[in-house]
């Protein structure tokens, strides 16, 4: 199991995944007023930036893990209980995105165009002309 963990192409994907996804919960508290993750320099999309050592190392170690959190100050924020629930959904609303990104271009790049079943599931390898 370690092994897949190590697998380099996976590595890179988590650390681009957890790298945007910090970057987008700074992104959107600065959008909304917060210059905290700016002052701190957690708007950026370098990887040391968000590493959690110890989150890096129970990743690699049972398979979950975590980044640091963003700092946020809802108290720069107009409408706190909305804008803290905009802060929290950026991050999730980026993994989906590049998840998203990340499937249309696998598709892409394997099929040229793509097929699904009647259940909805992508067909990889029939030839349609």
Known sequence: MLDSFLNPPFL???LIAISLHEAS????A???G????????RLTLNPLAHID?????MFLIVGFGWAKPVPVNPMYFSHPKRDTALVSFAGPLSNLLLG????F???LLLRGQVGASAFGLLTVGSNHS
């Open 12 to 14: 890179i994907a988590i």
């Open 30 to 32: 600065a959008r909304l």
């Open 105 to 107: 271009g696998l598709v």
């Open 25 to 28: 919960h700074g992104w959107m």
């Open 100 to 103: 998203s990104l990340s499937f």
């Open 53 to 57: 050592w110890m989150g890096a190392l």
């Open 34 to 41: 917060d210059p905290t993750a700016s002052n701190a320099g």
